[in-house]
């Protein structure tokens, strides 16, 4: 049989791993003939976007470029398919698809919105009775899927958020005056990347001196307090914060964020809470302060990539194909963790239908009662996921990439 790969969502450092580890899989069994990538996701296969991938990453150097590659080789998009009906034409089209590349099993790699579509897919197959397999591959820097202990590309977000921070803290430190830094960290509705930062105590470091998640009510005034209170022992207050703090502003358009909607119905765009309290701590405090937005290098920088993290995408996505081979679908395959220290882990499957959808918060009680710190009791779930270093290939001085 045949067998197509998409990718889909936000990109991150770890999804073509994802992408090599079906590959090598798929090319490894004499079942599955030929190889398809679909561009852009969904939207780019009903557009028969399709390219062939029979021999691009059967070199090793071939496939540790593609490892080392971040954001999505094959492009992404933010399509969401309608709800599953018989009649539907957009099911019609793509199981014509389907039929026409005689696609034994179709892999979707992304996170929450793509576990709804290869769901959705997984669904209408059995309505028809179609014999085609469909299995999710998860990724997200978030962290935030159900079902899986933690998600690819998040170890490696969280090991360059924490490298990044230090310098920051470092930066932040060299002048004896009273100063903040407020450094703004993606998350829209799950503080799991902003939390992150606690591995940095393991260092020695006591800042960031302050984190806000999501999980916690946010009040401005309680805010100003807290850093009026570290400014007691500390002239260079670091603080992090989720991109997705609500701040209880009376007029909400103080906050600067603009409330553009993607194709899920998800604020595209949601930064700005870090410069809405960089004005807040200038009016109040009237000290030095600073807002950072880490934006999208947290989830692209490959150069800080977790080996931990690629090995695992690389693993999640041969799992994959041996489930499709023994005739699962309609399942994400998930990792379940068995120990800490040392840390071991396992490859499980999860049914789509308890993961789309749905959203896994940080568990409030890593958070302290104030809200405004992580506690120690975290920091053994972070510590093995950043762990390791990839040797990245480079031409005249600079990280070499693939391209398709």
């Known amino acids: 049989m045949n067998i197509v790969a998409a990718q889909s969502g936000g990109p991150t450092a770890a999804i073509n791993a994802s992408l090599l580890g079906v590959y090598r899989e798929a090319r490894e069994n004499k079942q599955i003939e030929r190889i398809f990538g679909a561009r852009n996701g969904i939207e780019g296969f009903l557009q028969e976007k399709l390219v062939e991938l029979n021999g691009l990453f059967d070199t090793e150097e071939q496939a540790q470029l593609l490892r080392q590659t971040p954001s999505t080789v094959l492009g992404s998009c933010r399509y969401k398919l309608p709800p599953v009906c018989p009649d539907e034409k957009t099911y019609v089209r793509i199981f014509d698809l389907l039929d026409k590349y005689q696609i034994g099993a179709f892999f979707y790699i992304g996170g929450n919105d793509s576990m709804d579509t290869i769901d959705k897919l997984a669904q209408y197959g059995s309505m028809i009775g179609s014999p085609i397999r469909f299995i999710g591959i998860p990724k997200t820097i978030d962290n935030d899927l159900m079902h899986t202990d933690h998600t690819p590309g998040f170890g490696s977000a969280a090991k360059y958020v924490a490298t990044t ?88 358009a103080d906050d600067g964020r603009h409330q553009v909607l993607d194709g899920f119905g998800h604020v595209g765009q949601l930064a700005g809470a870090g410069k809405a309290l960089e004005r807040v701590v200038r009016r109040e405090l009237g000290c030095k302060v600073r807002a950072i937005e880490l934006n999208v290098m947290q989830r692209c920088s490959s150069h800080l990539a977790s080996m931990t993290d690629l090995r695992e995408a690389e693993t999640i996505g041969r799992e994959g194909i041996k489930a499709a081979l023994s005739g699962v679908t309609g399942v994400m395959m998930s990792i379940k963790r068995l120990a800490d220290e040392p840390y071991q882990i396992e490859i499980v499957q999860t049914r789509l239908h308890g993961v789309a959808g749905l959203e896994k918060h940080f568990p409030e009680e890593w958070i302290t009662a104030e809200g405004n710190q992580i506690r120690d009791e975290a920091i053994p779930y972070f510590s093995p996921l950043i762990q390791g270093d990839l040797y990245v290939l480079k031409k005249n001085g600079i990280p070499m990439q693939y391209s398709l």
């Open 165 to 252: 921070v230090q310098e920051i803290i470092r930066d932040s430190s060299v002048y004896a005056l009273n100063s903040v830094t407020i450094i703004e960290i993606m998350g829209r509705n799950a503080g799991w990347l902003t939390a992150s930062v606690c591995v940095l105590r393991k260092n020695g470091e006591v800042a960031p001196h302050l984190v806000y998640l999501p999980e916690k009510p946010f009040r401005v005034s309680d805010f100003i307090r807290d850093v009026k209170e570290v400014q007691k022992q500390h002239k260079a207050v670091i603080v992090a914060v989720s991109e997705g703090i609500l701040l209880d502003f009376e007029d909400h």
